[in-house]
Each structure stands twice: as structure tokens, then as C-alpha cells.
């Protein structure tokens, strides 16, 4: 992984975003994404693919669903920065992580 490519990767509302909860949550669906950034499919799938191009994200098709972890080749190095950066940063992402963490009472209305 090449910083550049990475940091460049990030330079991006959207993906840095969708890298934060991905990060917090380890496993995410699109339709949970879309749910925590209010955005539509389209718009929400092209970000995470250029998140899974620059090897940043892994994603497994489950049926109708695509699901995003960190790639487990990432290097150390990335991992920490991500990790880091939502660890000191959670007022960025907080509002779209209270949208995707499970609500029990909520249907399962996506995957």
C-alpha cells in the first residue's frame, strides 16, 4: 500500500465516512450504509468501490447484499491511522453510527 494512494483514497467525505463505521462496526451491508449516511445505492456503492480498488476494503456478496470489512491485507501501518482516527475523532462519524448499529425493535428492512 502506498501512502499517497491511500491518504488520496481518503481525501474524501464520503469514504472516510463509510471507513469510519466499517471500522467500528468490522462488517457493514450496503443498505446499513446507506442507512447511516442517508445515501442513495448508486452514490453509496461507487464510494465503496473505490474504497475496495485502492485495497482498502473487502467486500462478499451474500445474496442480493454486499457486505465491506477492512482488507485483511492492509498494513499495520493503515490499520493503526484508521483506527486511530476514529478512535480520537467519534463526534465525525457518531450521528451515522447510531444509524447502523442494530435497533431491536427496528425490522430488518434491507438485508
Not at 32 to 58: T, V, Y
Not at 83 to 110: F, G, S, V, W
Request: charged share 25%; aromatic share 8%; hydrophobic share 35%.
Amino acid at each position: 500500500m502506498n501512502p499517497c494512494k491511500f491518504y488520496k483514497c481518503l481525501a474524501d467525505d464520503t469514504r472516510l465516512h463509510s471507513l469510519m463505521l466499517i471500522s467500528r462496526v468490522e462488517e457493514a451491508c450496503v443498505c446499513e450504509l446507506m442507512a447511516a449516511m442517508e445515501l442513495d445505492q448508486p452514490k453509496m456503492s461507487r464510494h465503496l468501490a473505490e474504497l475496495r480498488k485502492c485495497g482498502i476494503l473487502q467486500d462478499e456478496r451474500r445474496g442480493k447484499w454486499v457486505y465491506y470489512r477492512l482488507h485483511p491485507d492492509l498494513p499495520s501501518w493503515a490499520v493503526k491511522v484508521i483506527q486511530d482516527t476514529a478512535e480520537h475523532n467519534p463526534d465525525y462519524y457518531q450521528a451515522a453510527l447510531k444509524r447502523i448499529l442494530p435497533n431491536p425493535t427496528a425490522d430488518n428492512i434491507c438485508c
